[in-house]
Every structure is written in C-alpha cells, then in structure tokens.
C-alpha cells in the first residue's frame, strides 16, 4: 500500500509557473506507475500526464504538452509536475495517482487504472 501527500498548489496569474510534488509513503514506490489528474468544478477528473515506474516514458493530455512536465525521483519517493505558461483553464484541484504494476516502462491513463490517489492540491491562475 502507498500514501500519497501532494504539495504545492496556490494562486498564480496567467503565465506563471507552479511546481507540485507528491510524496509517496512505503518502500514499494518503483512499483508505481505514476499520474497527475486534475478536476475543474462541474467537470471529470482527466489525466494531465503519466510516467511509468523508470521514469523513461511519460504521456502528455494535448492541452498541456509543452507546458507541463511529469517527473519522478525514486530515490526520493517523489514525483513532480513542473507547470509553465499556466492559463486560467488550468484551474482545477490536482491529484496524484498510483498504479501498482509490473510493466517498467507502461502508463496509465484511465481514472479506473489507479489503485491509490492523494487528496489533492488546489490550482488557481487568474487572467
């Protein structure tokens, strides 16, 4: 089992730069393939970007490639999302999610894939 605590979320203008981190708990986390998801108020969850357990192959949701980067420190049980050139529409809670796997280099991208989710950072860029 994995705990995962996410950080780094805040208000932003349109432009900015935000970085979140998500700390996962337990010894296991290269048995993780990693996401971010992010929720706007009265939309689904959807997936902003995925890793896989060696950190080598990632996935991009096309409203954010070349923005947004997904990243992961094993070592440190840490996985990143550098977000640059934030627009309004990036607004939403954000969310860090866990799939136990043994494929080293597969992603995730459906919702129903993860088997553990943290609680959320908020994300607000104002115009």
């Known amino acids: 089992q994995v705990q995962l605590v996410e950080s780094g979320g805040g208000l932003v203008q349109a432009g900015g730069s935000l970085r979140l981190s998500c700390a996962a708990s337990g010894r296991t986390f290269r048995s993780y393939a990693m996401g971010w998801f992010r929720q706007a108020p009265g939309k689904e969850r959807e997936l902003v970007a995925a890793?896989?357990?060696?950190?080598?192959?990632?996935y991009y949701a096309d409203s954010v490639k070349g923005r947004f980067t997904i990243s992961r420190d094993n070592a440190k049980n840490m996985v990143y999302l550098q977000m640059n050139s934030l627009k309004p529409e990036d607004t939403a809670i954000y969310y860090c999610?866990?799939?136990?796997?043994?494929?080293?280099?597969?992603?995730?991208?459906?919702?129903?894939?993860?088997?553990?989710w943290g609680q959320g950072t908020q994300v607000t860029v104002s115009s």
């Open positions: 890793i896989s357990r060696s950190g080598i192959i990632t």
């Open positions: 999610a866990a799939k136990l796997t043994s494929g080293y280099h597969i992603y995730y991208r459906d919702y129903d894939d993860y088997d553990y």
